[in-house]
């Protein structure tokens, strides 16, 4: 595997695996359009529970936490909750009263959003929560809440997707043609230590290669940060500068992206880079037809390159 490849797929499981879960229950609660279901009543089944701030932590703890998470998904939440009994880390709480569901869920996840303010994590599990008595509006009002206190975490993200029915899951990751100058050695988590000690030198590249590990860990402030620092280090290289506007999407601000991301297919005609990712912004919103152009014109500028075959693979699964 390609260094390339292996910071393409950092975490990326995790990733998928969470927003399959978002997406599931983004149908479960609005339906398959954005608007809310008309049914009365509690929705079926229990409402799901979601780790991605562990991100690639692997300690006894967050194993721990996995396992239940896999009970709970299959059903046995008795056998979640006793796992997580008596565990009084913040993420075996909120597992905890979802495995008693509906007993009591809903008051103690509002005592801990009271008792930890900053936490998108209970905050998005409280709305969900909410959501599954079908108490809509509070379910929105509480991931809004998780969105304004954890606004760099994979809660608020998934906070956001809930709210936006309408959009794809999750947030557009930039896709770099390059891959970082030196082979990444070890576990995830050693191989996000590299890419962040990579990221502390004046090297473009490094930072963008690091903003694409954050975006997959669904950290997106943090990704911009390091896309806005890379355009600053190198203003005249496309894909520091369309990295950079990549990471200023933003579900409840879309126009700012593309306000970035637009005018640079006129300050570089010839970059790839720009119509391909035009191409996939477009299609988060959901603006196939446009998006379908714009993965074109992207393929048409080198057919046999990365974002060319991207382009080409993109295209053929919106033609099925």
């Not at 056998?79 to 979802?98: E, H, Q, Y």
């Not at 079908?134 to 998934?158: H, I, K, L």
Request: aromatic fraction near 6%; charge should be positive.
């Amino acid at each position: 595997m390609s260094p390339r490849t292996r910071v393409a797929l950092l975490v990326a499981v995790l990733a998928a695996a969470a927003a399959g879960v978002t997406v599931a229950a983004t149908v479960l609660i609005w339906g398959r359009d954005s608007h809310a279901a008309r049914q009365v009543g509690v929705r079926p089944g229990a409402p799901p529970f979601l780790l991605d701030e562990l991100g690639v932590r692997n300690d006894p703890d967050a194993r721990r936490l996995r396992r239940a998470s896999r009970l709970y998904s299959r059903g046995d939440r008795a056998a979640a909750g006793r796992l997580l009994a008596g565990d009084a880390s913040l993420g075996a709480r909120v597992g905890a009263a979802l495995a008693r569901w509906p007993r009591g869920t809903i008051t103690e996840l509002d005592g801990l959003a009271h008792a930890r303010p900053r936490s998108a994590f209970v905050r998005l599990h409280l709305g969900l929560a909410l959501a599954w008595e079908r108490r809509d509006s509070e379910a929105r009002q509480a991931w809004r809440a998780a969105e304004r206190v954890g606004p760099d975490s994979p809660s608020a993200v998934r906070a956001e997707s809930l709210l936006h029915p309408e959009f794809a899951p999750g947030r557009p990751v930039f896709v770099p043609t390059f891959g970082p100058a030196s082979t990444l050695h070890g576990s995830p988590q050693e191989e996000l230590a590299q890419l962040a000690r990579d990221a502390r030198r004046l090297d473009w590249r490094a930072k963008v290669l690091y903003g694409v590990a954050l975006q997959r860990l669904e950290r997106p402030v943090s990704a911009e940060r390091q896309f806005a620092a890379a355009a600053a280090l190198a203003p005249r290289e496309p894909e520091a500068r369309v990295a950079a506007a990549v990471g200023l999407f933003d579900k409840d601000r879309p126009s700012l992206a593309f306000s970035r991301l637009g005018p640079l297919s006129r300050t570089f005609p010839h970059a790839q880079t720009v119509r391909f990712h035009l191409g996939l912004l477009l299609l988060w919103i959901g603006q196939v037809q446009t998006a379908k152009q714009e993965l074109r014109l992207a393929h048409a500028q080198g057919p046999k390159t990365l974002l060319g075959s991207q382009s080409e693979a993109l295209l053929a699964r919106l033609g099925r």
